[in-house]
Structures are given as structure tokens and as C-alpha cells.
């Protein structure tokens, strides 16, 4: 791009918007009673931009403080991962965020309990034309700025991967801290419930391998694995970009470390029923082809990593460090084949050709076939109904 038109975008006046706010609840429930508190702040957007972050960086280590209860000696794994870095003081994120705060929002006003809430409603302002260019241009220059950049946890972040899951093992059993199980009304317009569940590893059975294409190519998709339990139980495990408040996904940006890898652990209806219900993606849920004993394997692999992250932090990378490489590298942890490198390794719109011809789908169809008979768009009702998960399967 020209030098000097580019100085131009970057520096031409910017235009007051409306202002947009973001408001965040954090609740957890014990035997004891309940500690409740709640912020709320304007936010005046500018063009150039989504809507400027609302709450101080120091708020998510307290946010995050609520919403993962102590853990108990007796269900610790024997070997602990390290503790995260310690919590702000809820006193310095109000003095930061210069909001109104009501109520406690602290580890020691919170009773420990089986389940917590974060609930989060976002209504960001749509920039203009002339500042989404601007802001690709700015993206241009600055993401190389990355590489300079170390990993954190305790950054502004969006309030749907604001608080990481983690899992605790004791024996059979395991404790998955943290599963979020999201109610949208749009894909920006949420209220997000993170919950404590216990499964036992004997009872996981299966494992799909969702797609979902994006972009005019359909080379580019996002893959992510969802399990099925003995019990009826289903859990999605989804590696994502952790976003702050306001960011979206730039694959360039995502070479130049201006992103850090997150494992999302959900709700099946919340991960599928986001993507089919609200962002109207065609989505793919194909069964992968192994025994309940390597399924197991895969999904504790999974977990194991999704606690790592919580103490040890990584960048998302393009190319290195998505999706689909961690899907690729654990399967590759586990199986008795491995999955080397492919075009369907880098760009996950054809990971579903990739896996069938290397006997990983569970179905004796053709390739074309198998694709019309998993995709699910036809048969998924609203995430909200009872039998949603059965409806994808049947």
C-alpha cells in the first residue's frame, strides 16, 4: 500500500458513535448462600473499532476468582498443575475500570460451591466503512508488533472465553471446572453460565468430528471434537482464539502472536447450537471410527492440555497452533496410525476428505454421501430443546 495514503487512513479524524456497554454478573452458589456482584460501564466507540474495552485488564483475574471454586485435596489430581497467576484485588480493578460496582467479587466473599455463573450481555457498535479499512490497515502494520509480545492469561478478555476450564482427576473420575453453557440470542448477544460437572471416564463411548467451512473457497473451517457419555451426557472440546473485549479473527494476525490458543470445553447444544442456530453455519458431525478405550485416551488428552493452558499460556499461530493441529496431534497421541502432514492438515475445509480417506469416519458410505449424511443443519432444533443432541444423531 502506498506510504503516504495509509498515513492518511491512519490519521483522518475519527467520528463519535454511539455509546455501547457491557455488563457482567458473577455469581457462585453454595451451601452457605450466594456472592453476587456486578459491573456496568459505558463505553464511547470512535470509528476505527469495535466498541472500546469496558472492563480493566485486572478484572478477569477477579471475575475468574468466582467462577472457579477452591480445589479440593480429596478430587486433586496427583499431580497439580501450577497455579495461575495470582488475583488483582477487586478494589484495584474498580479503581481501573472507574465504574459502578455493587456487591463482593472476591475469592474470599465467595462460598465454594458446586457451580458458577458469568453472565454477559454485549451490544457492540458497528464501525463505519472508512474505519473497518483503516483498521485493516492499522492490522497491517502493527501485527508483526506481536512477535515481541509474551503469552497471558490476564488480559481484557471477551466474556465468553473470560474464565478457563480446567480438570481435576481421581482415578476414574474427573471434575471439569469451568464448562461454559452459553443462552444466545445472537452470536453477539449472550448470557454465559459456567458450570462444574463430574463424568466418569469409563463411561465416554464416542467421539465426533464437527466441521464448520467458512469464506467462499470452503477450504478454511473451524473442527472441533464433541464426546457422548454412557449416561447421555454430551461435551464439546473446542481449540479457539481467546479473544479480548471487541477483537475479532484475523488469520494474518494470527501469524504474529497478537492472539493466545484457548481450549473451550462446552455444552454440546451451546458449541453446535451457536454455529447452526445463530451464525447459520453449515455444520458436519461426522463419528469417529475408534473403540470407547481410545476415545477415553483422547478426550483425557484433551482435558490434560486444557488445564496446561491454564497455567502455562501459548499463542494461537495460523498454521502452527489452531484447531486443528492440536485435534491432529492428539489424535496422533493416541492412535496406532498417524496423521502426517496433508493439505488437509492446513486447511481444515478439507480435513473431513483427509479424515475418511484415512479411515478415521465411522461410516461405509462414499465420501459425498457420508457428507449429506452428517450434515446436521436439517435436523438440529433449537439448542434450548430437551432432545437437541439426540436430534443431530438420529
Known amino acids: 500500500m502506498n506510504p503516504f ?11 463519535a458513535l454511539a455509546a455501547s456497554s457491557v455488563k457482567v454478573e458473577a455469581v457462585s452458589v453454595g451451601p452457605e448462600g450466594t456472592a453476587a456482584g456486578s459491573l456496568t460501564a459505558p463505553s464511547p466507540t470512535a470509528a476505527g473499532g469495535l466498541a472500546a474495552p469496558v472492563l480493566a485488564p485486572s478484572l478477569t483475574p477477579a471475575i475468574a476468582a468466582v467462577a472457579a471454586p477452591a480445589v479440593s485435596a480429596k478430587a486433586a489430581a496427583p499431580a497439580a498443575p501450577a497455579a495461575p497467576a495470582p488475583d488483582v484485588p477487586v478494589e484495584a480493578a474498580k479503581a481501573a475500570a472507574g465504574a459502578r ?20 450481555a454485549v451490544s457492540p457498535a458497528r464501525p463505519s466503512g472508512l474505519a473497518r479499512w483503516r483498521r485493516k490497515a492499522a492490522n497491517l502494520v502493527t501485527a508483526p508488533l506481536g512477535l515481541f509480545r509474551s503469552p497471558r492469561n490476564d488480559r481484557n478478555w471477551s466474556a465468553d472465553n473470560a474464565v478457563l476450564p ?22 453477539k448477544d449472550y448470557d454465559v453460565k459456567l458450570e462444574d460437572r463430574t463424568y466418569d471416564l469409563k463411561d465416554v463411548e464416542k467421539a465426533r468430528f ?32 481467546r479473544k479480548v473485549q471487541g477483537e475479532s479473527y484475523s488469520p494474518w494476525k494470527g501469524l504474529f502472536n ?3 490458543v484457548t481450549y473451550v470445553v462446552a455444552d454440546e447444544a451451546d458449541a453446535i447450537g451457536l454455529r447452526v442456530n445463530h451464525r447459520k453455519s453449515q455444520v458436519y458431525m461426522y463419528p469417529v471410527k475408534a473403540g470407547p478405550a481410545k476415545v477415553r485416551e483422547l478426550f483425557t488428552d484433551m482435558l490434560v492440555r486444557a488445564t496446561d493452558l491454564r497455567a502455562k499460556p501459548e499463542f494461537y499461530n495460523t498454521f502452527t497452533n489452531t484447531c486443528l ?8 497421541r493416541i492412535a496406532d496410525r498417524k496423521v502426517r502432514a ?22 461405509a458410505l462414499p465420501f459425498a454421501e457420508a457428507r449429506e449424511r452428517f ?10 430443546a430437551p432432545d437437541f443432541s439426540e436430534s443431530l444423531r438420529r
Not at 495514503?5 to 467520528?15: I, Q
Not at 496433508?342 to 461410516?363: C, E, W
Not at 450434515?375 to 438440529?380: D, K, L, Q, T, V
Open 375 to 384: 450434515h446436521i443443519n436439517g435436523r438440529a432444533p433449537s439448542e434450548r
Open 342 to 363: 496433508h493439505i488437509g492438515t492446513v486447511l481444515p475445509g478439507l480435513s473431513d476428505r483427509l479424515a475418511y480417506r484415512l479411515g478415521l469416519i465411522d461410516t
Open 325 to 332: 493441529s492440536n485435534i491432529q496431534r492428539h489424535l496422533n
Open 210 to 241: 464437527i466441521v464448520e467451512p467458512f469464506g467462499k473457497t470452503g477450504l478454511m473451517a473451524h473442527t472441533f471434537l464433541t464426546f457422548d457419555f454412557r449416561d447421555g451426557r454430551h461435551l464439546s472440546i473446542s481449540v479457539e482464539v
Open 101 to 120: 460496582f455493587e456487591g463482593g467479587l472476591s475469592a474470599a466473599t465467595a462460598p465454594e460451591g458446586p457451580a458458577s455463573a458469568v453472565q454477559a
Open 5 to 15: 495514503l495509509l498515513a492518511v487512513l491512519l490519521a483522518a479524524p475519527r467520528p
Open 258 to 260: 497478537n492472539y493466545e
Open 166 to 187: 480446567y480438570a481435576e482427576f481421581s482415578g476414574d473420575k474427573v471434575v471439569v471446572r469451568n464448562v461454559r453453557n452459553a443462552s444466545y440470542r445472537s452470536p
